[in-house]
């Protein structure tokens, strides 16, 4: 049986990154990419240029869903689009340079909330917190 408790403890903490992120929106959000775009963008961080369909798989959303999305981020100049050296009917997705500035507010604004939240445990928890999410939740490869 799964520990309830430990379920409950990790809701409440997304809960309330989600909620101080949401607060601080007009501060950080400046290109206006709402939670759903900062989610894709942060994910395009992570996996460099990865196809459409990867990228869709990835942050489990549907493909017209992602297409939208991507178009948005696109038609703000975050993201460009380009077909695969390797099979043109393949579209790569990358952050373009303003994307990246734009990913390097949304990773500190997420670091700012999670400190936030973090703060009445000692350094050293935090540090053994850290090891233990690396250990739970190792990065995904590049695609």
């Known amino acids: 049986m799964q520990d309830t408790e430990l379920a409950l403890l990790i809701d409440r903490f997304m809960r309330r990154i989600h ?9 950080f959000d400046t290109a206006k990419v709402g939670p759903g775009g ?13 196809s459409l369909n990867a990228l869709t798989q990835r942050v489990a959303r549907d493909k ?18 380009s ?10 997705i990358r952050l373009t340079e303003q994307g990246d500035t ?8 997420v670091a700012d909330t999670i400190g936030d939240i973090l703060a009445p445990i000692s350094k050293a928890e935090e540090q ?3 090891d233990l999410l690396k250990r739970a939740l190792p990065e995904p490869p590049a695609e």
């Open 102 to 109: 734009v990913v390097d507010g949304l990773k500190r604004a």
């Open 128 to 130: 053994a917190l850290k």
């Open 38 to 50: 900062g989610l894709v963008l942060l994910t395009l961080s992570e996996m460099g240029q990865p």
């Open 19 to 27: 909620f101080g992120l949401q607060s601080k929106a007009d501060a």
């Open 83 to 92: 077909p695969s050296p390797d099979d043109a009917r393949v579209t790569l």
């Open 64 to 81: 017209s869903q992602m297409t939208r999305t991507v178009r948005s981020l696109e038609a703000k100049g975050l993201v460009a689009r």
